[in-house]
């Protein structure tokens, strides 16, 4: 079983040998992995790093989001008080 496109996010970026990887081409490359191995693939998607699965070396970058505070939610604006004014 292969992993599905949708494991790898935007914001991952995979690298073997210097070179960016395709989706798809992960995709062909995990057909021949055992269970174990992609449950590895998936956790290093994650939490991102240097490892390697099934003899072939990857590196996977995470893009920090900066849209985000710590709790992971997205930045409200509160809503103005009765009798409060902007200028």
């Known amino acids: 079983m292969a992993i599905k ?45 240097d490892f390697k699965v099934g003899g072939v070396k990857y590196k996977v970058t995470i893009e920090e989001r900066d849209d985000i505070d710590s709790n992971g939610n997205k930045p409200t604006n509160p809503p103005l008080t009765p009798g409060e004014r902007t200028f």
């Open 5 to 49: 496109k949708q494991t790898i996010r935007k914001n991952q970026h995979l690298t073997s040998l210097g070179r960016d990887i395709p989706k798809d081409e992960i995709i062909a490359l995990s057909e021949n992995w055992t269970e174990q191995q992609e449950k590895f693939f998936k956790k290093m998607l994650k939490q991102g790093g």
